[in-house]
């Protein structure tokens, strides 16, 4: 049985790594299959590798399963308490980076699931990844 929701603290790259094993066990025990699994654990990996680089308190990843506008989905919810975004726009934009990187972290997350949204401020970042449960 899935359990309701599972919270992980993310401030190191084992965090991230357990988060990427424990999206990929709930994906698949809520009833998301093959491909729906791998591009949610992407989308989730790609997130927490940039929370991990953009701040320094590290944050957290809560995975849930929870209804939406009557359909069931997974849910990926990844919280800092950084600087925040200052231009969403721009930091979704392919090739877009603030550092080394290829610039395509936020962008392939965003790709790979059916809803993502991004609250920011000066406070932190929020982040909701959404996979829809598809009925057999």
Same mark, same amino acid.
């Given at each position: 049985m899935t359990p309701e929701q599972i919270d992980l603290?993310?401030?190191?790259?084992?965090?991230v790594e357990r988060a990427h094993q424990l999206v990929r066990a709930f994906?698949?025990?809520?009833?998301? &299959? /093959?491909?729906?699994?791998?591009?949610l654990?992407? !989308?989730?990996?790609?997130?927490?590798?940039?929370?991990?680089?953009?701040? @320094?308190a590290?944050?957290?990843v809560s995975i849930s399963r929870i209804e939406v506008n009557g359909e069931q989905v997974v849910q990926i919810e990844?919280?800092?308490?950084g600087p925040g975004i200052p231009d969403i726009g721009l930091a979704l934009q392919e090739?877009?980076? &603030? /550092?080394?990187?290829?610039g395509s972290?936020?962008? !392939?997350?965003?790709?790979?699931?059916?809803?993502?949204?991004?609250?920011? @401020?000066s406070e932190g970042t929020t982040i909701r990844l959404h996979k829809?449960?598809?009925r057999s």
């Amino acid at each position: 049985m899935t359990p309701e929701q599972i919270d992980l603290p993310i401030h190191t790259t084992a965090d991230v790594e357990r988060a990427h094993q424990l999206v990929r066990a709930f994906s698949r025990d809520a009833g998301l &299959t /093959g491909r729906d699994v791998d591009e949610l654990v992407l !989308a989730t990996s790609e997130i927490a590798r940039n929370l991990l680089k953009h701040t @320094s308190a590290g944050g957290s990843v809560s995975i849930s399963r929870i209804e939406v506008n009557g359909e069931q989905v997974v849910q990926i919810e990844i919280r800092d308490s950084g600087p925040g975004i200052p231009d969403i726009g721009l930091a979704l934009q392919e090739g877009y980076t &603030t /550092g080394s990187g290829l610039g395509s972290g936020l962008s !392939a997350a965003r790709r790979n699931v059916d809803t993502f949204t991004i609250d920011s @401020s000066s406070e932190g970042t929020t982040i909701r990844l959404h996979k829809r449960i598809k009925r057999s």
